[in-house]
């Protein structure tokens, strides 16, 4: 369990709040924490991301200590892939979270920001020998996810003279799930489909005979299940029924090896709604559950699995993205150019941020939008959204929103999880900057793509400058 000691947060006071340090000031602009969004955009430039670091911090402690409540034995990690970066990883260590990292990159970002008082899972399909070795060195949880990769964790561990902790990342069935639709998965099919056919994870046989293989081998300790429920619905149920056979798997565990599981982690994909809405189609509103309505039912799932089963309670470990640093995002992009088609209703408003830079967008993605120094002002007539890119690149469709001109500066809420880490170069765009603001504190975490960073990736070889240029 994390229990770091933790200084209270803050909270500024807003006219109108959209989270706890995020809101509407009493010029009418939007604020995130003490400062203006509007001055932020004058001093950083656009397009830019405004991270609240104490509404993150918020975020993690209202996760953690909402399943804290319901559970004896609890870690919640940060997904470090939402948003990464040193800054966000040392706000986490000091609140004593610990890290999912995907790859080799992302644990060595996050093993840049120090050790943490929590622990560090190593999650990937294809893990490289090099990034086994970063990981047995640190002492960095792997989770297996492939039959060889054990072997090769084996004889890493064996050669550096380490122990190596390792989980199973598990291929649940969610039978009960055959017949669930969700909005947003990795593919065609019904939740249950998608389980089978993703590539991740190990089937219950495979997984039984790893057990056995980590117990017998002197330099592996078996740490974890591991399971990823991905982003589907916001609904509580389908969280259940994979807590549930979570504690289904290590009863067989024991059954067939008689090895405990140590620890059951589940992942992330949970939701967090808003009154104006977010996430696939905005269905997360006003009904997506609380965290803390997540953590009763789950845990409560767990604890009547176990009792069922009759096995003693194993730890919980999370690893929780966008959940933490959604909401304490917002993505600032300026007016440009705008265009308006009266005989069918159309206006457009051109910004400098792009679906480059707000990329859920493609999949789906609701963002509620505020015109940041107007955040007060009635809604003119319904307006796209548009970005500078070569494709529709629309971040907001048909929306209410006041009367903009050059100039002004938009910005989209919870724009946190998976925008900067999977920002893209299409049309050669550049990539934002990112700030970290605390109160009256704003600082650039991630500094601003420049055009040398863009155009030093390119070679040109010299047999094709040769046609263009050579002599004949
Ligand atoms: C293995 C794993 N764990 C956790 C997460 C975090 O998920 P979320 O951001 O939905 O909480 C992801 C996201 O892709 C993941 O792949």
């Known amino acids: 369990m994390n229990d770091a000691p933790r200084e209270e947060l803050k909270q500024p006071r807003f006219e109108k709040n959209f989270t706890e340090f995020i809101g509407i000031r009493d010029d009418g602009h939007l604020g995130v924490e003490a400062r203006d969004c509007v001055e932020l955009a004058e001093t950083f430039g656009t397009p830019l991301y405004v991270v609240s670091e104490n509404q993150f911090r918020h975020n993690y402690r209202q996760f953690r200590d909402a399943f804290v409540r319901h559970y004896p034995n609890v870690e919640v990690m940060y997904s470090n892939k939402a948003m990464n970066g040193p800054a966000l990883r040392h706000v986490m260590n000091q609140e004593g979270a610990g890290g999912d990292c995907f790859g080799e990159n992302e644990l060595y970002i996050a093993l840049l920001a120090g050790r943490t008082p929590g622990s560090m899972v190593l999650n990937g399909s294809n893990k490289t020998p090099h990034e086994i070795e ?203 150019a705008t265009k308006e088609w009266p005989e069918y209703a159309k206006s457009w408003v051109n910004l400098d941020l792009s679906t480059n830079h707000l990329s859920p967008v493609a999949e789906g993605w609701h963002y509620h939008v505020v015109v940041a120094n107007k955040a007060n002002a009635h809604a003119a007539g319904p307006v796209d959204v548009v970005g500078p890119l070569c494709s529709p690149d629309n971040l907001a469709f048909d929306r209410p929103l006041p009367s903009m001109d050059a100039g002004d500066i938009v910005a989209f ?60």
């Open 134 to 336: 970063v990981a047995v060195l640190n002492g960095v949880c792997i989770n297996i996810d492939a039959m060889g990769e054990l072997d090769l964790i084996d004889e890493t561990a064996r050669r550096l003279g380490r122990d190596a902790d390792v989980g199973i990342r598990v291929k649940l069935e969610l039978k009960p799930l055959g017949k669930r639709f969700a909005t947003q998965m990795h593919g065609p099919g019904s939740l249950s489909d998608q389980a089978r056919n993703h590539k991740w994870g190990m089937p219950l046989d495979q997984t039984l005979e790893l057990v056995k293989r980590i117990e017998a081998a002197p330099h592996l300790r078996f740490q974890e299940l591991n399971y990823h429920l991905s982003r589907m619905d916001n609904i509580t149920d389908d969280f259940v029924v994979m807590a549930r056979e979570m504690v289904e798997w290590a009863a067989a565990v024991k059954r067939e090896t008689g090895v405990s599981v140590p620890t059951l982690d589940l992942g992330g994909g949970w939701a967090q709604g808003r009154p104006e809405k977010t996430g696939p189609h905005g269905e997360d509103d006003v009904d997506t559950p609380s965290f803390e309505e997540y953590a009763k039912t789950v845990c409560t799932a767990v604890k009547d699995a176990c009792g069922a089963h009759g096995l003693d309670l194993p730890g919980l470990k999370f690893e929780v993205g966008r959940s933490l640093i959604g909401s304490a995002v917002v993505a600032l992009g300026r007016v440009g």
């Open 413 to 472: 809420l919870d724009a946190g999880a998976y925008t900067e880490s999977r920002a893209a170069n299409f049309n050669a765009q550049l990539r934002p900057a990112a700030v970290l603001v605390s109160g009256d504190d704003a600082d650039v975490i991630t500094e601003r793509e420049q055009l040398r960073d863009v155009m030093g990736r390119f070679r040109v070889p010299s047999r094709v400058l040769n046609l263009s240029f050579g002599r004949t």
